[in-house]
């Protein structure tokens, strides 16, 4: 199938999918209005097979250290799948099913699947991270630039974390947790009992991001979006919290966002 953009519908709802930009949810319309920032490189992006920063690009693969290229010099950010086109496998009018490979300069061969599936008051992103031979680390996430205003007040986000990963001057966690601290943040969270973060524009809509993983990041430093990121792990976390996937064990993850009218 081709790649390009797909939109799918459920109630007044309508979720613009890119595979041809990096497997990437490029609009949320609910009743006509845009909840994610427009342009290429926002949306909502998928970070495989590693989320955030990992220091200099170096990463410990068995017995062999790992050079990644250095897109945030010094350091290499994001995975490599958001700059790739994605396979449309199957759609419907509320689903979308893509694909893609993992490939140089990832040292591993490796396919990611990423569904997208909408409902009236729902959207939920399904991740999952195989491979064919080789065993390897990776992480999972989610990247949204949600709009900060919708034409009113500006949004507002509540979360409840159990700790703050403090960051150090590269940007980086230092391994010291913290108790919360206050905005504005380019900062990782534990919740150990899952992700749930509410963003509210008053008088408009309330969201709520959820996820079964314990870990995310909050960016909320420029001043036209707020982004909620849940992921599998840490910055620098194929470093410090590696994930092993087998060809026995794949790694999945899952995020739903759930939203009312106020």
Not at 166 to 194: I, K, V
Request: negative net charge.
């Amino acid at each position: 199938m081709s790649d390009e953009d797909i939109t799918l519908t459920a109630g007044d709802a309508e979720v613009t999918v890119q595979p041809g930009n990096g497997g990437r949810v490029g609009g949320l319309r609910i009743g006509g209005v845009e909840l994610l920032r427009q342009g290429e490189r926002f949306g909502c992006f998928p970070m495989v097979p590693w989320c955030g920063r990992i220091r200099d690009g170096r990463f410990l693969d068995g017995a062999e250290v790992r050079q990644l290229p250095l897109n945030a010099p010094p350091h290499a950010i994001h995975g490599t799948v958001r700059d790739r086109v994605w396979r449309t496998a199957r759609t419907s009018a509320d689903e979308a099913v893509l694909t893609c490979e993992l490939v140089d300069p990832w040292p591993h061969k490796g396919l990611v699947t990423q569904i997208v599936a909408l409902t009236e008051d729902t959207l939920t992103l399904t991740m999952s991270v195989e491979t064919y031979d080789s065993s390897f680390p990776a992480q999972i996430g989610w990247h949204p630039w949600f709009n900060r205003n919708l034409g009113g007040q500006d949004v507002t986000l509540d979360f409840d974390p159990a700790w703050q990963e403090e960051r150090g001057d590269d940007h980086l966690p230092t391994g010291n947790r913290l108790a919360p601290e206050p905005g504005p943040w380019d900062d990782c969270f534990g919740m150990p009992g899952g992700v749930e973060a509410t963003l509210t524009w008053p008088g408009q809509l309330e969201l709520k991001v959820t996820s079964g993983e314990e870990w995310v990041v909050v960016y909320d430093e420029q001043q036209e979006a707020v982004c909620v990121e849940p992921q599998t792990g840490p910055p620098n976390g194929l470093n410090t919290l590696p994930h092993l996937v087998t060809p026995l064990e794949p790694l999945e993850a899952a995020t739903t966002w759930s939203w009312r009218r106020l």
